[in-house]
């Protein structure tokens, strides 16, 4: 399974843009790009998927680079409730779905 | 709609004993998965399943098994119980073409 590359922990102010971005180079042309956020104690939620034009849905934006060798998950205003790991997996759709989890994003929203 | 259920939501195990965690969708997904969170870390796949009467192993399969006799259902049976496999457990399922759907987990600890 190809895998991603996040940085361990990101800091944001509240009400304010979030960037958090996710490398992928060696992702094959099956790969979807999804994103998944973890509260304390809870299970993943999906957040956002798409495979190579950018998406937008109620609760974010994905920007997907032209050679699909990265990724950016945006959250257009940080609430508190946003602080979470955010995990960016590569999901095959030809290979059973399987996919690889890394050890994500930890972003802090500060008030 | 309640989504995934896992049963139970905590358990204390004793070295060598055994127990079955239950999984149970509503969705009518075919393909359903067992990930172990290990604290501080990301999820890492044990077993998998596109379908009823088919599964296969994921990447820390050791320890573990499975069945899947309806779609509905997904049980992950550990055989003598290790400290090692103290963790969150997480079952998921989906769809072919969308995002995983998790339960709230279930938290072992193996004394």
């Known amino acids: 399974d190809a895998k991603t590359t996040q940085p361990n922990s990101m800091e944001s102010n509240e009400e304010e843009p979030v960037h958090l971005p996710c490398n992928h180079s060696?992702?094959?042309?099956?790969?979807?790009i999804h994103w998944y956020r973890q509260l304390p104690s809870q299970g993943p939620e999906y957040v956002i998927h798409?495979?190579?034009s950018n998406v937008n849905n109620r609760m974010a934006s994905l920007a997907i680079a032209e050679d699909r060798k990265s990724s950016t998950l945006i959250l257009h205003r940080a609430t508190l409730r946003d602080a979470a790991v955010y995990y960016c997996?590569?999901?095959?759709?030809?290979?059973?779905?399987?996919?690889?989890f890394g050890d994500g994003t930890t972003l802090t929203v500060k008030p | 709609n309640a989504g995934v259920t896992q049963t139970p939501k905590f358990r204390i195990l004793k070295i060598g004993q055994s127990m079955t965690l239950q999984c149970a969708q509503d969705?009518?997904?075919?393909?359903m998965y067992w990930y172990r969170q290990d604290p501080g870390m990301g999820l890492k796949l044990i077993y998998y399943?596109?379908?009823?009467?088919?599964?296969d192993k994921g990447e820390v399969p050791n320890g573990y098994n499975v069945s899947r006799s309806t779609t509905e259902d997904f049980p992950l049976r550990l055989e003598l119980a290790a400290p090692s496999q103290t963790s969150v457990y997480f079952c998921?399922?989906?769809?072919?073409?969308?995002?995983?759907?998790f339960g709230s987990g279930t938290r072992l600890t193996v004394v």
């Open positions: 998921a399922s989906s769809s072919h073409s969308y995002g995983y759907t």
């Open positions: 060696t992702i094959s042309g099956t790969d979807y």
């Open positions: 798409g495979l190579t």
């Open positions: 997996i590569l999901r095959d759709n030809t290979n059973a779905g399987k996919s690889t």
């Open positions: 969705m009518n997904h075919n393909y």
């Open positions: 399943s596109v379908g009823a009467g088919i599964t």
